[in-house]
């Protein structure tokens, strides 16, 4: 939904983002809109661009010097947004904008938490690897990305991946939920023995290298 007290410009630059109409996007810019523009929902052209997964429109803001962090009525920003849609392509496009990678979203998670939740193994993969995300990032219902890829997957081969990689990313396999619940205990409550035997293992692996280090 558009600011219908917006400037014509900058309604123009918002609809444009929308729908992914690079040219117009450009002459609304030449009209004067400004870049930073908002709908009634709080979101600037870069936001509703993320949202569609409009990258080549976000390029092109990107380099017009739009904000990747600025955040809407509900918090969520371009950035944040990402890890929802789950779009590698997105992730790179908002990266030269310098991402803030510790804002978070209205449930106090990084982007890699819903990622994880969903089941968005390539996303998970990139963003670790190309960005200083917290791998162990704890969200306000006490879960990190790791806790939710158990807690709110479905055990199937997706989040098997999303789970390797974020222990392959150095997670914490130990780290509990609010109520002391480790994601193994998780996995294994829910009959995810793939998720659990992986887990199982990180923790051991992890056991040995402390006691390892400890006999130096």
Not at 61 to 78: F, I, K, P, Q, T
Not at 146 to 174: F, K, S, W
């Amino acid at each position: 939904m558009t600011n219908s007290s917006a400037a014509p410009a900058d309604l123009a630059l918002l609809a444009a983002a929308h729908r992914g109409d690079t040219d117009a996007v450009r002459a609304a810019l030449l009209a004067g809109a400004d870049v930073e523009a908002r709908d009634e929902e709080g979101r600037t052209a870069l936001l509703r661009a993320a949202l569609a997964d409009r990258v080549p429109v976000a390029e092109l803001l990107v380099a017009r010097g739009a904000d990747v962090n600025a955040r809407d009525a509900r918090e969520d920003s371009a950035w944040l947004v990402t890890g929802v849609t789950g779009s590698v392509a997105m992730m790179r496009a908002l990266l030269p904008g310098a991402p803030d990678v510790t804002l978070t979203n209205r449930f106090g998670g990084v982007s890699v938490i819903p990622a994880s939740e969903r089941g968005h193994v390539a996303y998970v993969r990139a963003v670790l690897a190309e960005t200083a995300t917290d791998v162990d990032h704890v969200n306000r219902l006490g879960w990190t990305a790791l806790l939710e890829a158990v807690v709110l997957g479905d055990g199937g081969r997706r989040h098997q991946e999303v789970v390797e990689a974020l222990l392959a990313a150095g997670a914490d396999p130990l780290l509990p939920d609010g109520d002391g619940v480790t994601a193994r205990a998780h996995a294994e409550r829910r009959g995810f023995r793939t998720i659990a035997d992986l887990l199982r293992r990180a923790e051991s692996d992890g056991t040995d290298a402390h006691r390892k280090g400890g006999q130096r």
